[in-house]
């Protein structure tokens, strides 16, 4: 084994562990490198127990191998690397190698070959490799900053979530009590104090009565995703009958017309596109205009998903809200123009979400809003095959 020590003028440090056992061979590398601008520091080497020394013992930005050398095949140094999980970069350096045997080293880990006649190159091949290197290291680098956020995201929601869902349940009882303590003050002591008692009185109960449900709409939001959820295909027609019969009612009252195109069946759960198709064709209703309300349901197949449409005639929406109002109770309205809390639009988004799909809306302002959203057409079942989901007719019905 021979050093050779920095010669101290070049431009960038290198630190070589040379494999070769012609010491006039490696005096040519060193000086070729130091030709090409590196200010090198060499451990040459030519047994296979001195590279795994001089590999637990140094760090290097390079290994040149001898191809066959009398007691150690160069390719050897591969194992030997992943062996020590080290990802120090490999030339082969080689008096002659068949293009075939070339290609094969390169395969299975050597970043290149260089002949020895045509040492010229072997500056460039060393650049390249610790760019190589470099660029892979700030790769790794970035993916682990990104497995980071992300999984410090899925904490934090997590931990919100389940503070959500805590607080809703927990409050709900002492809630319950101030609520039914105030009604009671309210039913026996009205008329009997003077007029600001009655109206004081009035404003409990009416606070009482609107935390309950915010409350219970905050619960079924962090309910969402929690256990209990069962996903099995869908068929999204029949959903959607459902739907209709719940809000018989309100589509009778409003004279509302439901036009159904075909509809797919999903791998989601049947009560949450209940609760989906419900919100949405509610606020619908709600949000009508003079006229009487039509709504238009479709799905159309977009590559591996399904594309759902549930169009309105409604009042629409400002282009400035339309990312605003998924987001948990968030209003374009007061509570005297539209009832409601802000929520419906934030539980459709967790439901498309946790069945891996986007909600998004398109509209504006007078002229009907196309609520969209997708959910995954295709879906892998526990024996690894895949289904698809086909069409299944359904007339327009009209409420
Ligand atoms: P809520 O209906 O309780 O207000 P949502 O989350 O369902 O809560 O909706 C949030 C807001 O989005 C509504 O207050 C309304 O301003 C707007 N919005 C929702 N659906 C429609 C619609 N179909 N047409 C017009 N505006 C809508």
Redesign the pocket.
Known sequence: MTSFPANGGGVSRLRVLLIEDSRSDAEIEIAELRRGGFEVSADVVETQNQVRDHLDKNKYDIILADYSLPNFRGMDTLDILREKNLHTPVILVTGALNSETAVECVKQGAMDYILKDHLARLTIAVRRALEDVRVRQERTRAQEQLAAKVEELARSNCDLEQFAYVASHDLQEPLRMVASYTQLLAERYRGKLDSSADRYINYAVEGATRMQALLEDLLAFSRIGRNGVKVAPTDVSSAIDEVLKNLELPLKEHSVTITCNPMPTVLADRFQVVQLFQ??IG??I??RTKRNPCVTISAEKKGQEWLFSVF?N????AAD?RDL?FKIF????TRVE?????????ICKKIVEHNGGRIWVE?ELGRG?N?RFTFPAAVADKAGKTEDYELCTQNPVSG
């Open positions: 919100n949405l606020n619908a709600k949000f309105d409604g009042i629409g929406i809200h109002i968030q209003r374009l309205h539209y009832p409601g809390n802000g929520v419906g639009l934030a509209s809003s609520f």
